[in-house]
């Protein structure tokens, strides 16, 4: 079955340091694939997304994307965090047979604490 | 723009009460969804529509229901609320037609506790 795995449900990096998300998809098609951040109480705001036009995304707020078939990966990354970056991340891929629904499969988050 | 505005924020309701999940876009969008969130779960897609007077099951669906009478707007109903059904719950909208792989736009959420 379709699905997203990121690792780590908690990851903690100081201010300036890299940061580092990892999300695995599973899918026997070339995937469309997106990252969302939500902030406390808050929806969820779209950081970037990979529909294959390149394999490294660039997002907002200094954050980018690389697609690796090989690996069927799609970690973000950001080289320095900053402490307004604290907040939930979510990977998601576009379901399979929806290409008229646009339907999401979502990883279980990961949230992100930056340390001063 | 107001984009996606769900009411109420927050709830709490008795178990077997009922009420309705409110949803409006003003982005003209084809697409419109509802998601639940618990912890350490990501979000599950309860119901979908593609269009006014289309609907259909999600993931998980049961105890739900939802219609779509207009662009516009897309209610979810609890009919018997169940302790189970404690979550936070978003909404979200996409313009749809060719682009299946536009991305979502989400509501703030309405945090429903059933006591």
């Known amino acids: 079955a379709q699905s997203v795995t990121q690792l780590g449900s908690h990851v903690s990096v100081s201010e300036g340091a890299l940061v580092l998300l990892r999300c695995n998809y599973s899918?026997?098609?070339?995937?469309?694939l997106f990252w969302y951040v939500q902030y406390p109480n808050q929806g969820l705001q779209l950081l970037l997304k990979?529909?294959?036009?390149?394999?490294l995304v660039k997002g907002i707020n200094g954050f980018e994307a690389e697609f690796k078939k090989s690996e069927t990966s799609f970690h973000l990354t950001k080289p320095s965090a900053h402490m307004s970056d604290a907040a939930e991340y979510f990977c998601a891929v576009i379901r399979h047979g929806s290409s008229n629904t646009g339907k999401l499969i979502f990883g279980q988050g990961t949230t992100l604490q930056v340390k001063p | 723009n107001a984009g996606v505005t769900q009411t109420p924020k927050f709830r709490i309701l008795k178990i077997g009460q009922s009420m309705t999940l409110q949803c409006a876009q003003d982005?003209?969008?084809?697409?419109m969804y509802w998601y639940r969130q618990d912890p350490g779960m990501g979000l599950k897609l309860i119901y979908y529509s593609v269009g006014a007077g289309i609907t259909d099951k999600g993931e998980v669906p049961n105890g739900y229901n939802v219609s779509r009478s207009t662009t516009e707007d897309f209610p979810l109903r609890l009919e018997l609320a169940a302790p189970s059904q404690t979550s936070v719950y978003f909404c979200a909208s996409s313009p749809g037609g060719g682009g299946s792989n536009q991305p979502q736009h989400f509501g703030d959420g309405t945090r429903l506790s059933i006591l």
């Open positions: 982005m003209n969008h084809n697409y």
């Open positions: 990979y529909t294959s036009a390149a394999t």
């Open positions: 899918s026997s098609v070339p995937p469309y």
